[in-house]
């Protein structure tokens, strides 16, 4: 009786390990099955490319969740805070100086697009039909107030003083031969403001949102092919840690292919130009 038992209880023993076994392997095959979540921060309409390009990782086993953005402060923020993994909403000029200003631990780790800056107006024609003393009302946050002058400048509206660079202000207006009064409004409130100056400067994703197309609505549009517009290539941003992150590249590699290349020209018209 007693040989009965030991054989007895060797054989449950030894069932209860392969069981064991067998419950370890499958909890590390689902594990490995499970998608990796990574969180991207947007703005505006880019939901309808970002929607495309969480179709193509989820095939990699990473699970994108699009976060929307209001303004252009917080998706940084969020990022360098941890509250999302990726943003992609702004160009290098902008990463550049907001990083350098909040002093953050952030860094591009692949190229998009460039939305090329226009201008708008509801009577004018070009943007050489200003009257003087005439209105345009233009982003009031630094990037895109320079980006806007430089425009204006190459046409020969304005002239800015020797050696601004990329971020010029309305300080650094060397001659107005116009007297242009410009009116300096948060980047989102533009569109509505139309009404009330003679024209506007708008950046393209804003533009879009307003239901504009850069390129037939505008009256002054940026020229992208030109080497001054690179510091305006639009990106997709990580922590500085996290950099080589392998969901991360795979993010940016499915962004960075064929069919969505093909997807934003055939969208977007010239209102957004893929660079990658």
């Known amino acids: 009786m007693k040989k009965f038992t030991g054989i007895f209880l060797a054989i449950t023993l030894s069932l209860g390990l392969l069981s064991g076994c067998g419950a370890s392997s499958g909890s590390q095959q689902a594990s490995s099955n499970k998608k990796q979540v990574v969180k991207i921060g947007i703005t505006g309409d880019d939901h309808k490319i970002w929607d495309k390009v969480k179709e193509k990782v989820a095939k990699d086993n990473v699970d994108l969740q699009v976060v929307s953005f209001s303004d252009y402060v917080r998706p940084n923020l969020a990022l360098a805070q941890g509250e999302i993994d990726l943003n992609s909403f702004q160009h290098h000029a ?4 907001f990083k350098k200003e909040h002093n953050l631990q952030i860094t591009a780790i692949g190229d998009t697009i460039l939305a090329p800056l226009a201008v708008y107006s509801k009577t ?8 003087n003393g005439g209105k345009i009302a233009i982003p009031n946050d630094a990037t895109n107030e320079g980006r806007g002058l430089n425009l204006l400048q190459s046409v020969g509206l304005i002239k800015l003083k020797d ?16 007297n242009i009064q410009f009116v300096e ?10 009404q ?5 400067i708008i950046n393209s994703g804003v533009a879009i949102d307003a239901k504009f197309n850069p390129v037939k ?3 002054l549009i940026e020229d992208v092919t030109n080497d001054k517009a690179k510091p305006y290539i639009n990106l997709i941003a990580a922590r500085e840690k996290d950099k080589d992150n392998e969901a991360y590249k795979k993010v940016v590699k499915a962004y960075q292919s064929d069919d969505i290349k093909q997807f934003i020209k055939e969208t977007y018209k010239g209102a957004q130009v893929p660079v990658f």
């Open 124 to 131: 004018l024609k070009s943007v050489k039909d200003i009257k």
């Open 163 to 178: 050696g601004v660079g990329n971020l010029p202000t309305i300080k650094d207006i060397a001659e107005n031969p116009k």
């Open 196 to 200: 009330d100056v003679d024209a506007a």
């Open 185 to 194: 409004l948060a980047a989102t409130q533009i569109p509505r403001s139309l």
């Open 217 to 219: 609505d505008s009256i």
């Open 94 to 97: 902008y990463l550049d100086k």
